[in-house]
């Protein structure tokens, strides 16, 4: 990947984070001639991640909400370990405007957007409205509601099946389908509720449901210069309960024109939110009629950014920390070529046998694929204990080829090789999908693997029971 120069006021970097995307951080100032810092929990004291940044700073018991999650423990560390600038990776804190306000007024460079770009994309309504000014095709819905009744109304005129939806978060949390009127009281309560309880806001909104969607997004890049990039698409389809299981750039169903439609609507959305840094147009596209209509907007950088990496050959994080120095992107929207198929897949310490319960605990045994067009994002080694406080990622498996069919079968070779032993992982599972034929004739909506793939496991294990 092409790396890039950081502005020279940009010296030392605090992350705000762990695990791979830590030692993903690390890594690209390493290559930038950035120090890092890096703020732990307890549990992660002795963290690969611990042993390779220039400097640690504890930042107090393995809670994420008494470590990770404390706004004030972080700008502390930061200031008093002498960052000009905080990177806060996904997930945690890292669409969180509190934070990147916090980091702003305490003198540190927050490496993303903005707090007031982060507020507008991260309230769906109102980035559904910068999306209209702007032109994105939406999904026909609502604006704030009040209670059930409303939404009932509203349901009611633009026709069921709707969405109920969280104006604020995202990850599926707070979010029901509804297919009849009789359900919308109870979905309404439950998801006000979920909302409350994750994010602190139970307001709500109902769009229109497409129930053969597949779920694609763009990736952007913005500077203060007034430059906005977008490095193709990624279809991340293959999901369980709204979480992503495997991504690949580009999409396997997009024609050229509407790939260039959608490339063209997320860069006119970006400037029209004032929006600088890397971030994540989020499209949902109907597998019926091939319409796409704007989603949200993630404000940060993506589990899935690898697959992007690939096949355009660009650093992301290295960009990010070039923009957020304020420099300007390293390359135009002409510089791009995307080359190639590219395949991710997020392995988790889960055991999908179990309805994907965690699997926590000591790797007896950890040997990663390797060779030409396999790249391994991870934090785990032999003799490594995964801390039950986190999220179950454990590394990411990326694959790149000429193709997608050879991508795939690059893929399902790595997984193969892949050895791990000591805790169960979604490994299998990988395996599984990428084998499956609608898989490979890149059939697959975001309800598939509930729907299709799982329902066919359940059958072939009562078969074999019963046959």
């Known amino acids: ?124 309504i109102t980035a559904s409205e910068i999306a209209g000014k702007a032109g994105v095709p939406r999904v026909p819905g609502s604006g704030a509601l009040s ?74 890049a913005c500077d203060e210069h007034g430059n906005a990039v977008h490095l193709g698409e990624r279809d991340c389809s293959t999901q369980r309960r709204h979480q992503k299981l495997i991504e690949e750039a580009p999409s396997p169903k997009l024609t050229e024109k509407v790939r260039a439609e959608m490339g063209a609507c997320a860069v006119k959305l970006s400037l029209n939110a004032d929006y600088v840094g890397m971030g994540t147009v989020e499209f949902v596209v109907d597998n019926d009629t091939g319409d796409y209509y704007f989603l949200e907007m993630n404000t940060r950088i993506q589990v899935e950014h690898p697959v992007t990496e690939m096949i355009c050959g660009y650093d992301l994080v290295a960009q990010q920390i070039r923009v957020a120095g304020g420099l ?54 032999a003799g490594y204990t995964i801390p039950p406080y986190y999220d179950s990622l454990i590394g990411k498996l990326i694959v790149h080829a000429e193709d997608r069919t050879a991508a795939i079968a690059l893929m399902r070779k790595a997984l193969a090789d892949f050895e791990v032993e000591g805790i169960k992982t979604t490994i299998p599972f990988h395996a599984q999908v990428l084998a499956h034929e609608d898989f490979a004739r890149g059939e697959v909506t975001t309800k598939w693997v509930e729907d299709v793939f799982l329902a066919d496991e359940a059958s072939t294990e009562k078969e074999q029971a019963y046959g």
């Open 1 to 124: 990947m092409a790396a890039a120069t950081a502005k020279r006021d940009i010296r030392r970097v605090f992350i705000a984070n762990r695990g791979e995307i830590a030692l993903r951080i690390i890594r690209a100032c390493k290559r930038l001639g950035v120090e890092t810092v890096l703020g732990v929990s307890e549990a992660d004291q002795d963290s690969m991640g611990a042993r390779l940044a220039d400097d640690v700073v504890l930042l107090g018991p393995p809670a994420a909400t008494q470590s990770y999650l404390v706004i004030d423990k972080l700008v502390e560390a930061a200031l008093a370990s002498q960052c000009d600038a905080v990177h806060p990776g996904y997930g945690f804190l890292s669409e969180r405007s509190e934070f990147a306000r916090a980091c702003e007024d305490a003198g540190i460079k927050f490496v993303g957007p903005s707090p007031q770009a982060i507020d507008d994309m991260g309230d769906k």
């Open 147 to 220: 209670d059930a009744k409303e939404a009932r109304a509203f349901a009611a005129d633009i026709g069921y099946p709707v969405l109920v939806k969280a104006t604020a978060g995202g990850g599926g949390r707070g979010m029901r389908v509804v297919m009849t009127d009789a359900e919308m009281a109870t979905a309404f309560k439950e998801a006000a509720n979920e909302a409350q309880t994750a994010f602190g806001n139970g307001t709500l909104f109902v769009e229109k449901y497409i129930q053969h969607a597949r779920h694609v997004e763009i990736q952007v």
């Open 328 to 381: 300007p992107l390293s390359f135009t929207q002409e510089d791009v070529t995307l080359t190639g198929h590219a395949i991710e897949c997020r392995i988790n310490a889960e055991d999908a046998a179990r309805g994907f319960a965690p699997s926590p605990g000591t790797l007896t045994g950890w040997n990663a694929p390797e060779g030409k067009g396999i790249r391994m994002d991870s934090h785990c080694h």
